[in-house]
């Protein structure tokens, strides 16, 4: 068995909800040579300093999430994409203790699987910002204001992809609407969604 990070132990003790099925995950990976750390505030396990897999709860359940999932065989059609926009990482999501415990071996299979992808340098290859929808609330905003259209096209692609999303996420037009005027001043200044 691997070591420990006491950040780990830490995270575990504080989150009582998913603890004792992530605890059960936690030793199925700590068979594995991988290497445990927190990061983003989870459990990840790292090869090489790659990130392999992360353990994570939610409200309805926990996970394993695999960073490259979409590279990897799926069988038994348990991997789980979050959501249309995720590209890379997929899920396994378990809610009892129970179904950790009869999925060991298939869980082990899946773990061993990823650090394989990881050993293999195998990478995502990702949609770039023009595959992505642009709102009609944003395009007719960029073709309205020339200098808007600039800034917007002299974002770094994960700055407009994170706009896009943004924009798209809201599912009313007077949403995406006022989305689109809240960040016009962020993006004429060049900066991300975040900064």
């Given amino acids: 068995m691997n070591p420990t990070n006491l950040k ?46 992360l353990i994570h709860a939610f409200k309805e359940y926990c996970a394993l999430l695999f960073h490259k999932g979409a590279l ?7 991997l789980i994409q979050q959501t249309d926009n995720v590209q ?22 899946y773990v061993h699987e990823a650090i394989e992808v990881e050993k ?3 990478k995502v290859v990702h949609k770039t910002v023009a595959e992505f929808a642009v709102p009609e609330e944003f395009k007719a905003a960029l073709s309205e204001d020339e200098a808007l259209k600039s800034a917007f096209e002299a974002l770094t692609p994960g700055r407009q992809r994170a706009y896009l999303l ?6 009313q037009s007077a949403t995406r609407q006022a989305r689109v005027e809240k960040c016009r001043p962020k993006i004429m200044d060049g900066k991300g969604l975040d900064d």
């Fill in 120 to 122: 293999s340098g195998l």
């Fill in 88 to 109: 890379s990482a997929r899920q396994i999501r378990f809610t009892s203790l129970d179904e950790i415990q009869r999925m060991q071996n298939l869980l082990k299979s």
């Fill in 72 to 78: 990897m065989k799926d069988p038994e059609g348990i």
């Fill in 8 to 53: 780990v132990d830490a995270y575990l003790k504080r989150n009582e909800r998913w603890q004792a099925e992530m605890t059960a995950l936690r030793a199925l990976l700590l068979e594995c040579p991988l290497i445990e750390d927190l990061k983003w505030g989870v459990p990840c396990y790292t090869l090489d300093e790659k990130n392999v897999v």
């Fill in 166 to 171: 943004h924009f798209s996420s809201a599912k």
